[in-house]
């Protein structure tokens, strides 16, 4: 890039000197840098794109930019170069060690800038890059997106974001492109903690799902039999779960319907049963742990939600 060059991407574009791609017609829309186009992030380059956001692109790998740049992203040579013809930065990478390892060399073109991290990861190196990115005078919001990449933007989406509230109110517009934006809190790590506890939920339903069709198979059941009559059952399962998510709030266990001493009793039969098919027990043998520990304290007649304190009790 020419020294020229780079003196004009070093400008910061401000809304009023930016031109939509789509109609060459001056808007007022803040532009937009996408860093990292993977799956998703090529998604929400579109989605910005379709918008009439100015949108610069910039990933490892340029091809990955070729489809984007023919519809009017603008490909930046490099992550710095992107960086500096934007507004709004937003990165979305493998983790957060890709990002600070993206971010680290281009730090003199955040200043004044406003960085968006949608890169999933833990919560402490999301506190961590959130400072680092304040001490190089861009303004930091942490994100979590969840939708697959066909649903973004659409009602089946949403994001959650934690850190500045005010890049939140001022961008909110622009996340609402890719789906139905929520701020958890000011610390910056409160998103990733909370995509961590979604995806334990989801992850566990998959284990569910797994062991349900592993049982069905050893008596040459098709998965896709047992599916068609689990996903109902499963929807009408869940539910029951903001019931005990007000048992576990309040401390409240008591109950008269599904307590811990029938559901352990239960689940006991199962496992016994799923050995007897010649089926592992690895996924579902852990709960029956918990179960059993509650009851060991004298909490059978107590509600299945108590088995979060056996959780708990590993704090």
């Known amino acids: 890039m020419t020294t020229e060059s780079t003196q004009t991407a070093s400008k910061q574009t401000t809304p009023e000197q930016t031109t939509s791609k789509q109609t060459g017609q001056p808007s007022d829309l803040p532009s937009v840098a996408v860093i990292g186009l993977g799956n998703l992030g090529r998604v929400l380059a579109s989605a910005f794109l379709d918008h009439g956001h100015r949108t610069t692109v910039w990933n490892r790998s340029p091809a990955k930019a ?13 992550a710095a170069e992107a960086i500096a013809a934007a507004d709004l930065v937003i990165v979305c990478v493998l983790d957060y060690d890709k990002a600070a390892q993206i971010l680290t060399p281009a730090a003199d073109a955040l200043r004044g800038r406003t960085l968006i991290n949608l890169t ?5 190196p999301a506190r961590e890059l959130a400072a680092w990115a304040v001490e190089q005078g861009a303004e930091y919001l942490d994100g979590a997106v969840y939708a697959v990449p066909q649903t973004i933007g659409t009602p089946d989406a949403f994001v959650l974001c934690s850190g500045s509230s005010a890049v939140f109110e001022t961008y909110r517009e622009q996340l609402d492109l890719l789906g139905a934006p929520t701020f ?5 790590g409160l998103a990733s903690l909370y995509d961590i506890s979604l995806l334990s939920g989801m992850y566990g339903m998959f284990a569910g799902f797994f062991q349900s069709v592993a049982v069905a198979d050893s008596a040459r059941i098709k998965a896709t039999d047992i599916t068609g009559l689990l996903v109902p059952w499963l929807n009408a399962a869940a539910a029951a779960l903001p019931g005990f998510a007000a048992e576990i709030d309040s401390g409240d266990y008591a109950t008269e319907t ?9 689940l006991a039969n199962m496992l016994t049963a799923t050995k007897a098919q010649g089926i592992g027990v690895d996924l579902l043998a852990p709960l029956q742990t918990l179960f059993e520990s509650q009851i060991a304290q004298g909490h059978g007649a107590q509600s299945l939600s108590r088995a979060i304190e056996s ?3 590993g704090r």
């Open 311 to 313: 959780l708990r009790a």
């Open 66 to 78: 070729d489809d984007l740049v023919s519809r009017g992203a603008i490909r930046a040579a490099t």
């Open 184 to 188: 958890v809190g000011a610390d910056p």
């Open 120 to 124: 999933s990861g833990t919560p402490e």
């Open 258 to 266: 599904s307590n811990l001493d029938i559901n352990t009793v239960g």
